[in-house]
């Protein structure tokens, strides 16, 4: 099993504008059967992982609780759960949580799906296997953070899909 960062990400390296708005990502065109695509990275993943500002992007912008796999949030605050969904709600460090999180994805892979700075917090822990960037071509000059910590990565594909770079890269343990 593997902890994967998948995100996409603006080419200045933001993954949302200061205000959480995903307008600039949304606006572009996807090819979901293109290399490292969505359709085929969700179907490895057995556990979620995500801070609470991209939470409570998912509550405000999703009409329906898409996902069957249990969701970890980083959170102090006290959100709501949407109908059918499995959100479990932890606070401190990913060493602290990772073998709940790890047993709850029952040896297949779980996707850190953002912050950057969560993202940043399982590569300082020694817990991220993985980055998945997809780099839209837009520069936003300001926001979110797609890393927050300086990190040698080995790169080990990159593609084009529509106007996306796709790129995955391995951390180094
Ligand atoms: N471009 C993309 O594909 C993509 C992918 C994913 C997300 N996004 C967007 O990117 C933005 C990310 O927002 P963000 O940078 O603020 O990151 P975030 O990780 O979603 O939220 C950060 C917040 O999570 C909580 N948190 C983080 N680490 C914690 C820890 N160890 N223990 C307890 N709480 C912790 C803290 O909030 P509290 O202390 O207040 O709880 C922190 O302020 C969102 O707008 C999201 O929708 C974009």
Request: glycine share 0%.
């Given at each position: 099993m593997a902890t994967h960062f998948y995100t996409a990400a603006s080419l200045d390296g933001f993954i949302a504008t200061a205000d959480h708005l995903l307008d600039w990502l949304f606006a572009q065109d996807f090819d979901m059967a293109g290399p490292m695509a969505y359709p085929a990275f969700i179907e490895r993943i057995s556990a979620l992982v995500m801070g609470a500002?991209?939470?409570a992007w998912?509550?405000?912008h999703q009409d329906a609780w898409e996902y069957s796999q249990p969701a970890w949030v980083f959170?102090?605050?006290k959100?709501?759960?949407p109908e059918g969904a499995d959100v479990r709600f932890v606070q401190g460090s990913p060493s602290e949580h990772i073998d709940?999180?790890?047993a709850s994805a029952e040896g297949k892979d779980v996707w850190v799906m953002g912050g950057g700075d969560l993202a940043s917090q399982f590569a300082r822990d020694g817990?991220?296997?993985e980055?998945?960037?997809q780099i839209a071509p837009v520069t936003l000059g300001s926001g979110q953070p797609l890393f927050t910590r300086a990190l040698q990565l080995?790169?080990?594909e990159v593609a084009r899909t529509r106007d996306f770079v796709c790129t995955r890269y391995r951390v180094p343990r």
């Open positions: 500002s991209t939470y998912l509550l405000r959170t102090h605050r959100f709501s759960v709940l999180i790890n817990l991220l296997d980055l998945w960037i080995d790169l080990l």
